[in-house]
């Protein structure tokens, strides 16, 4: 056994020059620098920025004298941020229980061996590729008050239904849920049934074998093995919701008046239109807060289990 | 016994395959029926949208609102139609994809294959940046870009949505690259191959897949986007989206629903053409992404 030392094996390398040698050390942190001095700067550093001008009297201009939580207090005084958080507590849990309901239960029906499986999930996926402006603008016209789907209803016979949710203060929000949950249930349809592909067959021949039906076994085995699937398309759809801003500005545009707004649009307004710059950097710093308090319980759980496994 | 028990339940579940086929095919309904509305309320005229109705195909089809909504519809002040903002759309868009894809590949591959202190802990910093709702950097960013001199400019644009677009196709190259083994590339390092070589060589040739999820992904993603769009652009240089939405908004006259879908296809058919040739891709573009949210 002759001891030959690691470096002997690799001449290769020694016969470049030094210069050579420590460029090509260095160069795969030159080549992450550029996107680590942007993540630092125009991620980290900017929420920091957004942070300072919340603390901020700026209106129009940003201006860097600290007068503590007075956006804040200003803010929650705001009927019009009351309602913007109210809109999304009713557009999150109806767009995250609609897309769900269906995506769950369009995959479980096309996971039964049917023909042509490819064609329809690719039709049920299609609104996906669409920006929400076009979305918006599509469900803007179906919706329309007396020449779209009311009038369809009263060409079937139906003189006295009505369906003005569009203009309707009380139920714009509603029709923000109807074009999101459109657009976004295909996309979760395919994780289920990605999630459902996974399932361990033995698992439900067993089952079978012990002669419990299919929606028993659906309920009681299949489902509760989906956990992860359920917690990730909870996670990326209450982004989605939180985010929503193109869906409401081309659907409702935040109306009637403001009784569709969400904290999204809320900020956009206060920002940019209404120059209230100080007001909008707070809006904006409460919007990370909501998503964080539900990404990291996200976060905190996936890393747990990557662990685990 | 066994016999007429086992042809019930064969009936019983024929009759069940019905009734999935039928729930499948009014789904289909469903997601079909507003593009359906789009495209012929785009072929109808204005006389015929008002006597007829939604779901009816149009009486006689015409094409002026499509060549309105393409050349000449008022969008703000000018009436030049959706075409000025299109082109703007793929200035911006074509550039900024091949960039954040650029990008994104050497990210991954460092963060795999040259692996150093630290690096797994900025990768993780990285990914976080994925999921902040970016209104909270629009107003530092709206401020820099002004410094820059670049504010309500096409090269503007390119930057912030690559600027944003990094985290996302990282991951994707990342998450590919970690399935490579690692022998591959420590032979190669052994052979005396450098940090660019060994990707050129090897790394590159076998990325294929992933890179053409990146484009497709990031395609959509900043052809759709309408947030960074209003925020940082106005005038003749918003893209396309914006120009929808100004359009669709802002009513002065009598309001053409027909132009007005007819410039929603405009708007998102390079998205659904990419759809329709690559879903495949699109797909996995997207339950990769779903690691992210």
Redesign the interface.
Known sequence: MSATPSTA?????S??GKFLDSV?RF???L??A???V??LL??????L??GY?SFTQSRML?NYDLVGFIQYQNLFDNERWWVALKNLAIFGSLFIAGCLA?GLG?AI??D?K?RGEGF?R?????????????????????L?PG???E??MH?MGFADFTFDWLTNSDMAIYTVVIAGV?QSS??IM??FL?GLRGVDESIVKAAQVDGASLPTIYWRIIIPSLRPVFF?AV??LS?IA??S??LV??LT?GGPGFASDT??TF??TF??TRNQ?GM??A???M??MI?AAV?VPFLYSELRSSRRG | MADTSNTQTQGASRFGRYVIYTLLGLVCLYYLLPLFIMVSTSLKTLDDIRSGNLIALPNEVTFEPWKEAWGSACIGVRCEGMSVYFWNSFRFVVPAVLISTLVGAFNGYVLTMWRFKGSDIFFSALMIGCFIPFQVVLLPMARTLGELGISNSIAGLIFVHVVYGVAFTTLFFRNYYVTIPDELVKAAKIDGAGFLRIFWRIILPISTPIIVVSIIWQFTQIWNDFLFGVVFSSGDRQPVTVALNNLVNTSTGVIGYNVDMAAAIIAALPTLFVYIVAGKYFVRGLTAGSVKG
């Not at chain 1, 669409?130 to 469900?139: D, E, N, P, R």
């Open positions: 094996a690799v001449p290769g390398v016969n470049s090509e160069l795969p942190k080549v992450l550029p996107t680590f942007v993540t125009f991620i980290y550093g900017f929420i920025w957004t001008l940003p269906i369009m029906l096309l039964q049917i329809i690719s039709i049920y996926l299609y609104p996906m590729a669409l920006s929400f402006v076009v979305t918006g603008t599509a469900w803007k016209w179906i329309n020449l779209g789907f009038k369809v060409d459109w295909g996309f395919a994780m990605a990730s996670m990326i982004h939180i985010k801003f193109d500005m081309a545009g904290p999204a900020m956009y920002s940019f710059i909008g950097a809006s904006a710093m919007m990370l998503v990404v």
